[in-house]
């Protein structure tokens, strides 16, 4: 028990200093409110439907790239505009590095979902299904953006990050199948193998 309270310290610890001085604080309460949600979700389910360590782990490495982006702002993040320079880039990039982490850890959830309670056999369908499922989320997200974009006016102009690319929102979902993809490809195997030990302990 004592390993999940280091994660909801540092979880803790990161939300806090993000909020030391960010650069807008309407924009960093609209980029972290989803991980402070989220930890609510996952306090109140751990006893019903604790997922897998390793799963936590990448919720909190999510949670830090939207602490980061909400206390810069997405398009402002110092080490991607070094990036930029180097690369000769035309924008900051950091948000694309939110946008693949939206699909990749969502799709070590939505997968431990669907096999822990059974509701897709393993296969091609499982990965299929998973992937569909986070692409549905980073939708659901570029739906809220408009909204906020609609309700805020220009100052919703920090919180879409969209940095004059009128492609913004495409590449934004492009990034979270990405995102989702990998996963799929790069980390299933490793996955099984914690949801196995998960059930073991249990």
Not at 179 to 202: E, N, P, R
Request: hydrophobic share 50%; with cysteine; net charge neutral.
């Amino acid at each position: 028990m004592k390993k999940y309270w280091i994660l909801i310290t540092l979880f803790i610890v990161g939300l806090l200093i993000s909020a030391i001085n960010p650069h807008d604080y309407f924009t960093w309460f609209l980029e972290v409110l989803p991980a402070i949600l989220g930890l609510f979700v996952l306090v109140f389910t751990f006893k019903s439907c604790k997922l897998s360590y390793f799963t936590y782990i990448m919720i909190l490495v999510h949670c830090y790239i939207l602490f980061i982006g909400g206390h810069y702002t997405y398009a402002e993040v110092p080490l991607f505009d070094w990036i930029k320079e180097i690369l000769h880039q035309s924008r900051n990039n950091y948000d694309k590095v939110g946008h693949f982490a939206q699909g990749f850890v969502p799709a070590l959830i939505v997968r431990e979902m669907f096999i822990r309670m059974e509701i897709v056999k393993p296969g091609n369908w499982l990965s299929f299904l998973t992937i569909c499922v986070c692409l549905s989320v980073s939708v659901l997200y570029e739906f809220l953006e408009w909204f906020v974009a609609i309700v805020s006016g220009q100052s919703a102009e920090l919180f879409l990050g969209t940095q004059g690319y009128v492609w913004d929102t495409q590449s934004d979902m492009l990034f979270a199948l990405i995102g989702a993809t990998c996963m799929i490809v790069f980390v299933s195997k490793y996955h099984d193998k914690q949801i196995a030990k998960l059930k073991t302990v249990a």
